[in-house]
């Protein structure tokens, strides 16, 4: 059977290997594939995998002999579930690969907040220490985060491992989920609703997935209910936050900072209000992709497909 790899650079851009994915199958790997050439690419391929190439119904109309999509992600959006499951089609996902990873992101971006580490860096590096009549200067409020309150919006594997770091470094978690089962041993731990998630906590962490319901959750009225003080993280999904009233709360002071992996639109227009707001950290959606998470992604990748190939499919959705 032939697979094809419709974005291979984005899982591996050659620190990892294709071995084991071409002992299953006869492998065609493209680094990138624009929307108007997947049908092309995939030909008479039986198995596709993608990760962020969409496979959209009238795609997948032109692919006859496809039997097999396996995203290269835990979100399948990119699929048009229905469509496949009219046509035969197994997908399946990748629930979960980096954990450990997004869960250290979110504190990657909540201490550069804190402590702004690179403005101060780049100070001495200009030479502002040597020149300094002080032995310690800083450029920005520094804040511990010790006895703090976390607020997290979707309690599930990566909310509970932020949690437990948030946990480690003495701060008071509470939580905000659908399902209120098996609660951590935390001193103080509680669930809430999403409204005094959004009044109490210090720093307010996005793990939820993206809905209906979701879409637009951090708008203009929710963002005026959180402190002043608070810091709010999104590594989850885009369009949970709602960009230009994200921006003039920051702008105008009503938040005190923000630390973004993800935008509405990825990649951003060069207009995206975020990119110039005040406080606001932006970075390419880059949380999941250590080496240790992508390898892996691509391990259970392969054992989906070999799961597939032996008939006893595995992860599918839809």
């Not at 690969?97 to 001495?124: I, M, N, P, R």
């Not at 098996?182 to 939820?208: E, I, K, M, Q």
């Not at 999941?288 to 892996?296: D, F, I, K, L, P």
Request: with cysteine; hydrophobic share 45%.
């Amino acid at each position: 059977m032939k697979l094809v790899v419709l974005d291979g650079y984005a899982l591996n851009p050659g620190d990892l290997s294709w071995e084991s994915v071409e002992a299953l199958a006869r492998l065609e790997v493209h680094e990138r594939t624009t929307p108007e050439l997947v049908a092309e690419r995939v030909g008479e391929a039986e198995l596709v995998m993608t990760n962020k190439t969409p496979l959209p119904s009238e795609v997948l109309r032109r692919l006859p002999k496809l039997r097999y999509i396996g995203v290269l992600a835990t979100g399948y959006d990119v699929v048009d579930i229905a469509a496949a499951r009219e046509r035969g089609i197994t997908v399946t996902n990748i629930p979960t690969y980096g954990t450990a990873s997004v869960a250290q992101f979110v504190f990657a971006l909540l201490l550069e907040l804190c402590h702004q580490v690179k403005l101060h860096s780049d100070a001495v590096r200009a030479g502002e220490w040597s020149r300094s009549p002080d032995w310690s200067f800083w450029r920005s409020p520094l804040v511990e985060l010790a006895g703090k309150t976390m607020g997290i919006v979707g309690f599930g594997r990566i909310g509970r491992q932020t949690a437990r770091i948030a946990d480690a470094l003495g701060m008071r978690v509470i939580a905000h989920d659908a399902v209120t089962a098996n609660p951590p041993p935390y001193p103080d731990f509680r669930w809430v609703s999403l409204g005094d998630v959004l009044a109490t906590a210090d720093v307010v962490s996005l793990h939820c997935p993206l809905t209906t319901d979701t879409r637009g959750l951090m708008d203009a009225r929710r963002l005026g209910s959180m402190q002043s003080t608070a810091f709010l993280i999104n590594t989850s999904r885009g369009p949970l936050v709602v960009d230009q009233d994200l921006a003039d709360a920051l702008n105008a002071g009503r938040l005190a900072g923000a630390g973004l992996d993800v935008l509405s639109v990825e990649p951003p227009l060069e207009n995206n209000p975020l990119l110039g707001a005040r406080n606001c950290l932006v970075t390419p959606h880059i949380a999941w992709a250590t080496r240790e998470a992508r390898a892996r992604l691509l391990e259970l990748a392969i054992a989906n497909l070999a799961a597939f190939l032996d008939g006893r499919p595995q992860n599918v959705v839809g």
